[in-house]
């Protein structure tokens, strides 16, 4: 399989210097998501396209190769080709009359031809000649120049002829690396997990940073959605994630600030924090997944009143963004299950917030605030990268772990859709039943309960979540199957 991959649009106006910088970086990128396939896959490519070619694949091994090319920044979009060498123009005609007769026969077809070289015809002479013998040719197609079923589209380079089979839509954007780094604020609900893919797509690598308001269930749930999001869209880069302990943080605001005054000052308080963690690790700007009025500190002179505690730049890509509008891209991007089932704490939520924070009455309420407690949390901040963040969950003790299962024992596989069909569960004698997190606590009442049950991730951690919220309401006969590491 050879796909052909055209460059984001904005990557082609740049100046030859940025243009081969973004080309090679994209280049490099590919390599590396690739790097599972290395032996069978070969990068190439220069000025206006790279291409990527497959060797030795599986047909479900192509299709995951399609799917990474569709989630990495810098892809405008990409065909799936076959190569052919023509010698004249007639056997030009012919190459592609023997490829495309089959797929148009009974259709309305049309076709479209781009050419880079020197040669006898042109791109509109081409698509009349090949046009018109694929009609004559077959019983009965028909041309549709409008609003065909069937495009043919055509490439000529030189003397290399490129018949496209499909087209796929790529992410846009510019290539990981490209751009500064960034410092996400996640709390693993839709705004900043929407906030942190938008940023990836623009080609900045992208830190994640998480405040620890509520416990292990909030921490084990936002740290899954980071290594989603880079695992899927941002994996050619080095990321860290960041876990402030904010649980004394909040702590000394619920007995020292105003109630009123408390969500625009606990922002502040987390911009203070992020600010310096970035500076510390050379990073150049803060994200956030606000959006204007959408709750009570978002409103304009409140985010006014935030911004003016950092002197760093603060980007908020969403800002404008209708909430059904985050929802519906956290559902393209495949964040919304977690983001539906994200732990919340709401320890924070204001009495009659202010929605017109006065910068005075601000400083004086942060006066009474110990913030020898923020820059301890700051201190105790715990810094993982972002391929091993999982790892450093802490377990949970009370939960039993199976390596081995019985012969009866029911395995529930519990992963992301996404992540269980590129890397299904086997094994020879237990039944696996498919239950994504996400419906556990609705479908798994309704399963036998006499039957043990051992729940399954990739991790263990989210497992061990699930299981013990299973116990806690009534069903001790569930436990963690830990498959043995290969």
Known sequence: MKLVIKLFPEIIVKSRPVRQRMIGQLRKNLRAVLRDFYENVVVSGTWDRLEVETKGL???????????????????????????????????????????????????????????????????????????ALFTQSKNAKVDLHHPEITVLIEIRDKQLYAIANRYKGLGGFPLGTQDSCLSLISGGYDSTVASYLM?????????????????????GVKQVSHFIWKKFGSSSRTRFFSVPFQPVVEELLTQVHHSMRGVILKRLMIRAAQILAKESSIPALVTGEAIAQVSSQTMTNLSVIDQISNMLVVRPLATTDKEDIIAMARQI???????????????????????????????????FNF??????????????????????????????????????????????EEEEKKPLFLTSNKIVKIPFFELNRKFPKLEQDQ?????????????????????KGFPQVKVYRAPKQ
Do not use: W
């Open 58 to 132: 599986s047909e479900s091994q192509q299709q995951q190769v399609i799917d990474i090319l569709q989630c990495t920044p810098g892809i405008h979009h990409f065909f799936n080709t076959q190569q052919f060498e023509f010698t004249s123009f007639e056997n030009l005609i012919e190459i592609c009359v023997q490829n495309y007769l089959p797929q148009i026969e009974g259709k309305t077809f049309c076709v479209r031809a781009k050419r880079a070289g020197r040669h006898s015809f042109n791109s509109h002479e081409l698509e009349q000649q090949v046009g018109g």
């Open 200 to 220: 990836l797509k623009r080609g900045i690598r992208t830190h994640f940073c998480f405040f620890n308001l509520g416990g292990i269930a909030h921490e084990v």
């Open 334 to 368: 495949g964040t919304e299950h977690f983001a539906r089932t994200m732990p919340e704490y709401c320890g924070v939520i204001s009495d009659r917030p202010t929605t017109a924070a006065r910068m005075d009455k601000i400083e004086a309420e942060e006066a009474r």
């Open 372 to 417: 020898d407690v923020l820059m301890d949390a700051i201190k105790k901040t715990e810094i993982t990268t972002i391929d091993q963040v999982m790892d450093s969950v802490k377990s949970l003790d009370q939960i039993e772990r199976v390596s081995t299962p019985s012969h009866t024992d029911v395995i529930i596989d519990i992963r992301h859709p």
């Open 452 to 472: 043990q049950y051992l729940l399954y991730c990739d991790h263990g951690v989210m497992s061990e979540m699930q299981a013990q919220e299973l116990h806690e």
